[in-house]
């Protein structure tokens, strides 16, 4: 039979790269402030950047060389559930060790196989 959490942790250890997350809480019409009820965690995640093909025929200039390629349409982190004490909410902010970004969780997807993808947008 096949393990693939062995596959998946290979992949980490191969792909993955140190960040924090820190869970924040936000008030009504408030600005988001730290969660005291959850710790800030480390974690290796997998970095994930979906391309996204732009339409340039609009945007080309002959007399330049020019063009748009793509852009990342969605960026986020992969990590196993099992690396951290909590369940990321939307809203935490995770910070990529490797260039000192910070991003806020926009939408934590789930892949039923005890991972999550926190689909991230930068932070304000």
Sequence with gaps: ??????????????????????????????????????????????????????????????????????ASGEVGVSVELSQLPYEPRQGDRVTRVKDGRSYSVTWPKRDGLGWVTLILAKAA
Excluded at 14 to 28: I, K, Q
Excluded at 32 to 45: C, H, K, L, W, Y
Aim: charged share 25%.
């Design 1 to 70: 039979m096949l393990d693939f959490g062995a596959l998946v942790r290979a992949a980490d250890v191969a792909f993955g790269e140190a960040f924090t997350l820190t869970p924040m809480t936000r008030r009504p019409n408030g600005p988001p402030t730290p969660d005291e009820t959850r710790v800030e965690q480390s974690f290796r995640g997998i970095w994930v950047e979906k391309p996204e093909m732009l339409d340039s025929s609009e945007s080309y200039d002959p007399r330049s060389t020019q063009r748009f390629a793509h």
